[in-house]
């Protein structure tokens, strides 16, 4: 245990020192959230007065959950490229070959995407709270909110180092992003789930991402949360992507 | 050998290059239709917003793939010379007779080509989705042209960007940059049905909002002079700024050589 807790570690304070001291490792994942956010909340708070939408806390909280959860899922994006620029440039190989134990690879990874996320979370918070986002929820359901922020950030990293492990590429990267991307964007981005039609409708009620977004509306309502839904859909997308990520660091042990 | 025939071997270079590497020809054509979908469908419930101007949203977003074709254009033109640039190509070439307006225009050949590839096949997409064009076949003639022009004009841009860093890196580093214009804009809503005030100045000013207008007026409400003056006028200065500003990059990298 001890030398798996020594390798996250070192893993992660690599990781963050490199995202902090280097602001162009830092900035694409703070820039792009706060563009969405200024985008979706500014450009399309007229959506909010369509008929049938009935979101309490307005358009500005409606997409800053969404905002949220989308920088959590691309924070362990970035991540991953982080992972596969490690493997292009043969460090992770070294880094492999020293670690005492490789699963603190991985979760020291996943360590620099939390604090990547945290970063990144907190001043969208304050930019949300500073552009006048009403929040009704209490301080449990923020707290519940930043859980389910997490769960999504370190699915997405464990998603992602699976790809960057597997793959050892930077050119990975579009496969990395566009089916997170892609997961994303088929939820109900803009309206809730009830003002969707036609196809986009159908796919959406599928689409486990849908469940986490209308939890964290919920979350930061103050509405009526179905907590085991929510959470278990996290939980399970956590266990299968830990699964791949595990995988993927095996066939990376394997291929030397 | 005279400066068309010139321009048509660097033009048949351009194309073959563009259209034997699948990363310069699919994302421009899958990636802007992946989001017309999904904004199609998410947005759809917008057209209840009293004043919107159709009663489907896809007559509204139709614009979009074209205008975010169109920073692919930008970001393949900029990277191919860049690595012209990097790879001596352009020192090579400055040995030949070949004359500067040749390489340039030849050299936009190959994007402008997945350009008219891809709004065509925006257009099919659109058409069996069940797009009204309300201006009839003869708007269909002008949206394309409108389309090529605002591609050159981008490809232009980004062929600037790329003479004057003469790194691939630089030029993709402008994609976010332009991502950012084409959002601030009236791309989602009509201007007139941006609430936020702030947002709503942005998008009046942003150049990039005469665009998409020119552009969706065809198919929204048939032929609007107004909006497809600005629409032709907006991107012609555009085309006009870059290729000249490309042109004096090329002068300047020439020399240096």
């Known amino acids: ?256 | 050998m005279s400066l068309l025939a010139q321009g048509a071997e660097m033009a048949r270079r351009s194309v073959l290059q563009t259209l034997r590497q699948p990363a310069m020809v699919i994302p421009p054509i899958g990636f802007p239709l992946i989001l017309m979908a999904v904004n199609a469908g998410g947005l759809e419930s917008a057209t209840r917003l009293p004043g919107f101007p159709t009663d489907d949203y896809l007559n509204f977003v139709i614009a979009f793939p074209f205008i975010q074709g169109s920073l692919f254009a930008a970001i393949n033109a900029g990277s191919s010379l860049a690595r012209d640039v990097e790879t001596g190509f352009l020192k090579r070439l400055a040995l030949t007779p070949m004359q500067r307006a040749a390489m340039l225009l030849g050299n936009l050949a190959g994007v402008m080509t997945v350009a008219l590839l891809s709004s065509c096949i925006y257009l099919g997409v659109g058409f069996a989705a069940g797009l009204h064009f309300e201006a009839g076949a003869g708007g269909v003639l002008v949206l394309l042209a409108l389309a090529l022009l605002i591609a050159l004009a981008f490809a232009s841009l980004g062929a600037l960007i790329g003479l004057r860093t003469g790194s691939g890196e630089a030029v993709q580093g402008i994609f976010p940059l332009l991502f950012v214009l084409v959002f601030l804009s009236s791309s989602a809503l009509p201007r007139e049905l941006i609430e936020r005030d702030w947002f709503r100045t942005i998008a009046t000013i942003n150049p990039v909002s005469y665009l998409f207008e020119g552009l969706r007026s065809l198919v929204i409400f048939g032929w609007d002079g107004e909006a497809l003056a600005l629409g032709f006028g907006v991107a012609l200065a555009i085309a006009v700024l870059g290729v000249l500003g490309a042109a004096s990059a090329l002068r300047t990298r020439l020399v240096r050589t």
Request: net charge positive; hydrophobic share 60%; aromatic share 12%.
């Open chain 1, 1 to 256: 245990m001890r030398r798996f807790a020594d390798v996250a570690g070192g893993v992660a304070w690599r990781s963050i020192h490199r995202f902090v001291t280097k602001p162009q490792f830092l900035a694409p994942s703070i820039i792009f959230p706060l563009f969405f956010f200024v985008a979706f909340a500014g450009g399309l708070s007229n959506v909010g007065n369509v008929p049938g939408f009935d979101f309490p806390s307005g358009y500005t909280a409606f997409q800053f959950v969404f905002v949220l959860l989308q920088a959590s899922a691309f924070g362990g994006v970035f991540t991953g490229f982080s992972i596969a620029a490690d493997f292009e440039s043969g460090f992770a190989r070294r880094m492999m070959l020293a670690a005492p134990n490789r699963l603190g690879i991985l979760a020291g990874y996943a360590i620099a995407a939390g604090a990547r996320a945290l970063i990144v979370g907190a001043l969208l918070f304050a930019v949300a709270l500073a552009t006048g986002m009403r929040v009704d929820g209490g301080g449990i359901d923020l707290f519940g909110l930043v859980v389910l922020a997490s769960l999504v950030n370190v699915t997405a990293t464990l998603w992602a180092a699976g790809v960057a492990m597997r793959l050892r590429t930077i050119q990975a990267g579009p496969a990395m992003q566009m089916p997170v991307f892609i997961l994303l964007f088929l939820a109900p981005v803009y309206v809730p789930l009830e003002l969707l039609s036609g196809w986009i409708e159908a796919v959406a009620r599928i689409n486990p991402f849908t469940a986490l977004v209308e939890g964290g509306r919920d979350l930061i309502s103050g509405g009526d949360v179905r907590a085991w839904l929510v959470y278990g859909v996290a939980v399970l997308l956590l266990g299968g992507f830990a699964v791949w990520g595990v995988r993927g660091l095996r066939r990376a042990e394997a291929a030397g």
